[in-house]
Structure formats: structure tokens, C-alpha cells
């Protein structure tokens, strides 16, 4: 079995998988990391995105062997409950989901967001967003906890 | 003014089904207090809910409450968690139960200490009286006997006492979300379990004629495949394998063509062609105060809606010799687990059901086939759990489906364009085929054994439970005489079951564009026209304060149009009124939602304020974008590309002001927004464009249609 080198939430490792399968895969299965969500399997959703080098990309439809030599973060490299990350913080504050489990999805693309435009406008962060789906009607509290997050992150 | 209830002389009724205390609450030493309600958590908060009344009641903080998931096990049986019913129901009987429990508490401990029970006080569970004399909830615990049955005479606190209830506070499965620790059925991994897929055509109700399984017992890591009748699926070590297991056991089945499905393009037709229950569900005979000059007639249609979670169902199960235990997001343990026993031909007692949330539900979806999918296949696990979880198209085509639905009101008119009779009549399968309610199962799997359960045909439930497809039918208003019909087909080619407001959407809709237009064919303002039909002062309190709020009625602008919608949800449950604000050429969108909520005393406002937002959320999205999808064969509409829901750049602005009535008992408010919001929408298009459009979804189709039949 071929393996795959790549560094998951700031930690190297090695993995011995088939690379033509997805990401999620490895990281739900093989790794155990519940973050990620499966929703769709095929990229509509968001609700598996997780952090790519910069970007936010759904894990379902990412074929393992891409990820060789990148660094790929998941909710569980954002923040816990001890060091939360602001967006962690913003989403509690703000009460800013119903059933949750788009959640880590979406504070993966708003993480992704965050870093490269710290002061995104509101309808900046519903483009972001507009990869994610919610079913619950959350919408506006996860765009107010964002901004919540931003403004947190400026202010220091 | 609104007069406080009566205190509650009897037993809430699930006190009445579960009297016991200890079936209710437990109490620890070391300072927890232990609350197991039979309603569970689907995305809506109720959980944080009932720990607020717990807390409060008994003066304890809330961190010291926990929170136990409904199990058959251990929690008293409290049906489904469904209807808005769950404060009204369980809040009450949590209410009065936790009452009792302080007052034997208190009785205790002025025994013990020797002083007057009217002198004692409890502050975070530490009871103390005059004369520094003091012992506690946790001291006394292992003394006080709650093995015992509710009595009637228990005395909540009043209003002005409660400090927890009525506040915001945060939701307590909240933290555990964002940051990804296991709360999710999906999430949860069961020491040595296995996984599970089932094998489904995508033609509807096909058979299984010939499974050849050669190639998927190829597949690395396969345990079992299970094939009985039309029933088929895979067992492997790992999900991966499941999966590729599954897929080669598809290449390997032969289905017979399944049986036909109507045409998507005349739902009306199909409706009103098939066979029907009729039922007259309401009759009001008047005089008439004025000759009836001319009537008016129109027919307001809305397809079939799906579920549509985020996260395909799933759910866990694991055979012991005869005993089963499952693991599952169903609204209803004890439900589910009476049609399992049904199917199985095992007692239910040799059954233990237990929930784990899923993701948001929104009423009867696959949560329960899923279950009886995974205790299928778990009998060919040696002993071993079983996860199953279903595909996104599964999820799209396989689950229940909300009823399609044709509704037609014939208003007669006097002379000046007022109502003097008015006659409302529907044609949709039935809203609700829950599992465990009726001789035979609910449950897909069962309809697939080599011996097969019937198919059961979706019925509705009675007015007393807020009817189905005629939910919300009978209209507030003080027309002087009415008929209300409903037909129920007894045919059903579509799956149907409840989901979020059964017929309220459909009806609410048809009622408040009809009276909309007839107030414009007046020229008489549509909130004043409906304050005038009015005697309920909630009602028109809601629709004062949705009208201020939202400026009504603001200046006309080219292209952008106002609307105005209002409901009491089932007629008994929480008062909602919205102004829609929407902007449209040959695409309508959804610019602001201003809402104005009564849900009586209003446990958690942000929560209520959540779930409002939520509601009308969901339902732009119903109105704008939503059909399920077919041809004459099969569902098509089986992703998020074919079965579009609303993004957030199409969310509107949402206003909610929540009239806070603490004296009132607490009502539901989960399901109050849709059909105002889908009224209010279809108000504000005639406003901007000239035009009623009477079709769901709003899309440009439908808008070109309606623009057509206009000129």
C-alpha cells in the first residue's frame, strides 16, 4: 500500500491508504476524527470542508493523494474548548446554529476567509459561505458570528 | 387584556402516562441533579429548555442539572417529539414534577431540622432555615424516595419567581458542536462495530429479481450480504468497504420496473383524479348579512417537499441472542421500537431504543427506516453492532416525503366585496404514517421482506390533534358561515409523511392569499382588513407589532413589493404575523422577514427567536426554490443540484420581536413561521409585480405560468 505524506493540524504523518480514495475517508475512517462531516459526497455541501494550505475545500470530493506534502487543518486543529479559536467563540456568543452539524463545516470556510480578509463585510461572508449549506435557518446568526470573530481577531 | 390561566387543578398529561417521579428526576450526593425527559433534542433546543424549568423550579444552578438522552430504557414514555408539543408537554410535566419533588425535599428536611416548612428556603440546592439551620437537595438524597407516583396538588412556582425561565440562556449542546466533540448519532463508534449499506433501486418500488453477490463477496473486508425479498444489503469490517461492497452488489441485481409515478407537471390533476376519504372538518351556517353577488374561486397548489437534512439518516443496532439494542435519531423511542417488535415478531420488552441527535429534523424522515435497516442487517453480525447510514439520494428518494397538496376556496361576495360564505376543500395524501401507532409498521424494510407488510397509506390526525392536511384550515376569521373538506387520497404512489407544519404551510397559504386578494379588490388595506375580521386580541396584537415594526406600509418603490401574513399555528398554538419585503423581475428574491411572535411565556426568548428565524429560513426556501422531482419511474431531484435549497446569499434580513406573556402556558414555536412567511411572500410579489401567484415554489416557471393565466 502506497502511503501519503502530508501534515494534519500542524503535525506530520505518514499514511498507508489507497490514494485514490477521498479525504474524508482517511480522516473519518483511518484517522477517527469525527470534525469533519459527511453530508453529500459529492462537494455541494460543505458540511466535510476542511482547510487545504489556505483554502476550504469539501474532503469528500478531494482524492487523498492530493494532499501529499500540504498542510490540511480540521475543526479539531481550529480551537477546543481550553484555547477556543475566536470563531469558536463567536458561534457560542452568538447562539449561531440549531442542530449544528453544518457547524464545523462552516466555521472551517469562515476560518479560511478570516485568514486571508481579516475584515470581510458582510457580503463577503455570505460568499464565502454560499459553498455551505444550512437546513436549519442559522444563516444570519453564523454571518453575525463571523463578523463577531473578525472584529474580535482586529482588536486582538 | 388576557387573563393568567387557571392553576392546573389535574396532572399534565404526560405526567398522567408516566406518574412515577424517579422515572423523572434524580438526585446525587455530590450535588447533580439528574433530569430524563422523554422528548429528545432534533436542532431545537429543547433540551437547554427543560433544563431552565428543572433548575428553576428546584433552585438549583443550572450546571448542576444533567441532562439524560431518551432511552426505553429509563425515560418515561412521552410519544414523539413532534408538533411544537415538546414545552407544552414535557416543560409542563418537568414543571409540576420538579414542584412535587422540592416540596417532599422541603418536608424532609423540616423534619430533620426541626423547623416550620413555611420558613425554609432553597438556594442552589442548599435548604436553610431561621437560625442558621441548613442541609441540602444532595444531603438528603439517599433519605428522599421518589419512587412514587405525581399527585395533583404539587404547586409550581408562580410566575414572578422563576429567574431562569424567560431568560436567554445559552444552549448547553452548543459548545460540544463547534468544537467537534462526539454529540452526533453519525460521530459515535461502538467498540468492534461493523458498517452497513443497503441496496435500493432507484425506480420506485421495484422489485428484487435475481442478486448475484459474487463479485461484492470479492470486496476486501466484506462480513455478510443479507438479501430477503427485495431487501439487500452488505455488512463490512470498515465504511469504506461497505461502500464498495455495496456497489458492486448493485452491478449484480436485476429489479422489475417498479411501479408508475404521476406526472410532476399537473399535481392539481393528479390529486383530484385519484381515489378519496372525504371529511367535512368544519360547518358554520349563518344567514347571510347581505346578498351574495358574485363568488370567486381559486385554486393555490403546493408539490411534494422533502426533508432534506444536511446529514443522511443513520443509526446503530446490535443483536444479543434475542435482545436488540438500537441507537437512533427517531422522535419517538417507544414508537420506533413498537414497529420494530412488530416486524422482528419479538417483544418489546427484548427491545431497548436509544436516541442520539442527528442532524435538524423537521418531522417524520428516515431516522426509523434506518433503524430497522441496520437491526437487518445486524442479525448477520455474529453479535456485533452494526452503523448504518444512508447516501445523499437515499436521503432525497427514499425517505417520507411532505404531502403535495391542491387546495381550492370558493368565496362568495356581497355587493361591497365582503365574505358571506366561504368554502375551503383539499386534496392531498395524508400528512402522518409515524411508525408505532398503528397494527402494522412504518418502517421501509418491512414493505421489502421476502414476506412483506403492507404499504401503509398516510392518514391525518384528528382536528383534536391539529388535524393533518387540514391543519390550520379552519380559518380565525369571523366569516358568518364556512365549509371545510378534505380529501384524503387512498392511493399513495409518493411516500408521505409529517413533515414541519403537515398542512398548515399549504393552507395558511391559500387563506391569507385569498383574503389579500380580496381586500386589494376592495382597496382596503390587507392589516386593517384583518384586524377588522378579527375578535382575538393575540392575533391582532401579532399583527400590529409585525405591522409597526416593519414601517406597513412603506413607500412604493419600483420593483420591490410588501406583504403581510398572519396564522395561529393548529389554531391553539403560537400566534406568528410577517411583513415580506421581496424584490422581483422574473426571479423573486427575499429582501427582509419581519416577524412578530406570542408563544405564551416564552422559556427561552433567544431560543424561541432561533427557532422563528430558523422557521421562516426554511420556509423561503420552501416557497423559493423547493420541489421534489420526478419522472414516471423515479424521484429525480436526488442532490443539492437537483433539489436546490436557499444559500446564504439568498437568506433575507430576518426581524423577530417576541410578545412575552409569561402568564400564559408556553406553546411550541418551531413551526408558527411557515405559513405566514409563504403567504406574506406570495402577497408581496402581487404587490411588486401585479401578479397572485398560486403555485409553489415561487420560481421563474411558476411566475411565468401565473403571468400567462393573468393576461
Not at chain 1, 455570505?126 to 470573530?149: I, P, T
Request: glycine share 8%; charged share 25%.
Amino acid at each position: 500500500m502506497p502511503s501519503v505524506r502530508f501534515r494534519l493540524n500542524g503535525v506530520g504523518k505518514d499514511i498507508d491508504a489507497d490514494p485514490d480514495r477521498s479525504l474524508l475517508d482517511i480522516l473519518r475512517g483511518q484517522l477517527g476524527m469525527i470534525g469533519p462531516h459527511f453530508g453529500c459526497g459529492a462537494g455541494e455541501c460543505g458540511a466535510c470542508n476542511v482547510i487545504i494550505d489556505d483554502r476550504a475545500v469539501a474532503a469528500c470530493d478531494t482524492p487523498f493523494w492530493s494532499v501529499a506534502g500540504k498542510d490540511v487543518t480540521t475543526i479539531e486543529g481550529l480551537g477546543n474548548a481550553e484555547r477556543p479559536h475566536p470563531l469558536q467563540r463567536a458561534f457560542i456568543a452568538e447562539q449561531a446554529l440549531q442542530c449544528g452539524y453544518c457547524a464545523s463545516g462552516i466555521l472551517m470556510s469562515a476560518a479560511a476567509l478570516l485568514k486571508r480578509n481579516p475584515a470581510p463585510t458582510s457580503r463577503e461572508v455570505k460568499e464565502a459561505l454560499d459553498g455551505n449549506l444550512c437546513r436549519c435557518g442559522s444563516h444570519n446568526r453564523m454571518v453575525r458570528a463571523v463578523l463577531r470573530a473578525a472584529k474580535e481577531m482586529a482588536t486582538g | 387584556m388576557n387573563q393568567p390561566s387557571p392553576p392546573p387543578s389535574k396532572l399534565p398529561v404526560s405526567l398522567v402516562a408516566n406518574p412515577l417521579l424517579s422515572s423523572w428526576l434524580k438526585f446525587s450526593a455530590h450535588g447533580q441533579v439528574t433530569v430524563s425527559p422523554g422528548k429528545v433534542e432534533i436542532g431545537q433546543g429543547i433540551v437547554t429548555a427543560l433544563a431552565q424549568i428543572a433548575a428553576d423550579e428546584l433552585d438549583v444552578d443550572i450546571s448542576r442539572v444533567q441532562m439524560v438522552r431518551a432511552s426505553t430504557a429509563v425515560s418515561p414514555n412521552e410519544g414523539v417529539t413532534s408538533g411544537s408539543l415538546s414545552v407544552q408537554q414535557s416543560g409542563r410535566a418537568l414543571r409540576h414534577a420538579c414542584a412535587e419533588v422540592r416540596h417532599i425535599f422541603l418536608q424532609l428536611a423540616s423534619e430533620r431540622l426541626g423547623v416550620d416548612i413555611d420558613t425554609l428556603d432553597v438556594d442552589d440546592g442548599t435548604i436553610s432555615g431561621p437560625g442558621n439551620v441548613a442541609t441540602s437537595y444532595w444531603e438528603l438524597a439517599d433519605d428522599v424516595l421518589l419512587d412514587r407516583d405525581a399527585t395533583p396538588d404539587a404547586k409550581p412556582k408562580p410566575v414572578a419567581r422563576r429567574v431562569l425561565a424567560g431568560a436567554s440562556v445559552q444552549r448547553i449542546d452548543i459548545p460540544d458542536k463547534v468544537f467537534a466533540r462526539p454529540r452526533f448519532i453519525h460521530d459515535w463508534a461502538l467498540p468492534d462495530m461493523l458498517h452497513g449499506r443497503v441496496l435500493r433501486s432507484e425506480n420506485a418500488r421495484a422489485k428484487l429479481v435475481e442478486l448475484n453477490d459474487e463479485r461484492a463477496r470479492a470486496i476486501a473486508d466484506l462480513v455478510a450480504v443479507v438479501h430477503d425479498g427485495s431487501f439487500a444489503g452488505v455488512v463490512s469490517e470498515t465504511e469504506h468497504g461497505a461502500e464498495a461492497a455495496l456497489q458492486a452488489l448493485r452491478k449484480g441485481a436485476v429489479w422489475t420496473a417498479g411501479e408508475p409515478l404521476p406526472d410532476e407537471s399537473d399535481l392539481a390533476a393528479f390529486l383530484k383524479a385519484q381515489p378519496t376519504e372525504t371529511t367535512i372538518i368544519d360547518k358554520r351556517t349563518a344567514p347571510p348579512s347581505a346578498p351574495k353577488t358574485r363568488t370567486i374561486r381559486r385554486q393555490y397548489v403546493r408539490p411534494y417537499l422533502a426533508h432534506a437534512s444536511i446529514a443522511p439518516s443513520c443509526a446503530m443496532a446490535q443483536w444479543n441472542g434475542d435482545r436488540l439494542h438500537v441507537w437512533t435519531h427517531s422522535q419517538g423511542v417507544y414508537l420506533l421500537r413498537t414497529d420494530l417488535a412488530l416486524v422482528l415478531n419479538l417483544r418489546a420488552e427484548n427491545i431497548a431504543v436509544e436516541h442520539l441527535e442527528g442532524a435538524g429534523c423537521y418531522g417524520h424522515n428516515a431516522a426509523d427506516d434506518v433503524a430497522l435497516d441496520a437491526v437487518l442487517l445486524a442479525r448477520a453480525a455474529g453479535g456485533r453492532p452494526v452503523r448504518v447510514q444512508w447516501s445523499r439520494a437515499g436521503e432525497m428518494s427514499d425517505a417520507p416525503f411532505g404531502a403535495a397538496m391542491a387546495i381550492e376556496i370558493e368565496a362568495d361576495l356581497d355587493p361591497s366585496g365582503e365574505i358571506v360564505d366561504w368554502r375551503h376543500s383539499i386534496w392531498s395524501n395524508g400528512h402522518a404514517a409515524r411508525p408505532g401507532r398503528a397494527a402494522q409498521p412504518a418502517l421501509l424494510a418491512g414493505y421489502e421482506l421476502k414476506n412483506p407488510f403492507p404499504r401503509m397509506i398516510s392518514t391525518n390526525p384528528p382536528q383534536a390533534n391539529g388535524g393533518g392536511g387540514d391543519r390550520n384550515a379552519v380559518p380565525l376569521y369571523d366569516f358568518r358561515s364556512w365549509q371545510i373538506e378534505s380529501h384524503r387520497l387512498t392511493t399513495m404512489p409518493i411516500r408521505t409523511s409529517a413533515l414541519r407544519t403537515l398542512g398548515a404551510q399549504g393552507n395558511v397559504f391559500a387563506i391569507e392569499s385569498m383574503l389579500d386578494e380580496i381586500a386589494a379588490a376592495r382597496d382596503e388595506d390587507p392589516v386593517a382588513f384583518r384586524l377588522r375580521h378579527l375578535d382575538d386580541e393575540r392575533a391582532k396584537d401579532v399583527i400590529c407589532a409585525a405591522a409597526k415594526r416593519a414601517g406597513w406600509k412603506p413607500a412604493k418603490q419600483p420593483g420591490i413589493g410588501y406583504g403581510i401574513a398572519f396564522a395561529r399555528y393548529k389554531n391553539t398554538g403560537a400566534y406568528c404575523a410577517v411583513v415580506a419585503e421581496i424584490e422581483g423581475d422574473e426571479d423573486i428574491r427575499v429582501r427582509k422577514l419581519t416577524l412578530a411572535v406570542d408563544v405564551g411565556e416564552a422559556i427561552n426568548p433567544d431560543g424561541v427567536i432561533n427557532q422563528i428565524e430558523g422557521g421562516a429560513i426554511q420556509a423561503t426556501s420552501w416557497v423559493l426554490k423547493e420541489r421534489v422531482r420526478f419522472d414516471r419511474q423515479r424521484i429525480t431531484s436526488t442532490s443539492w443540484t437537483e433539489y436546490p435549497i436557499l444559500r446564504f446569499s439568498e437568506v433575507p434580513n430576518i426581524e423577530v420581536e417576541v410578545i412575552q406573556r409569561p402568564e400564559i402556558d408556553p406553546v411550541g414555536a418551531g413551526e408558527a413561521a411557515h405559513g405566514p412567511v409563504t403567504a406574506a411572500i406570495a402577497n408581496a410579489i402581487f404587490d411588486a409585480l401585479g401578479v397572485r401567484v398560486r403555485q409553489l415554489p415561487f420560481t421563474r416557471e411558476h411566475l411565468v405560468a401565473a403571468m400567462e393565466q393573468a393576461s
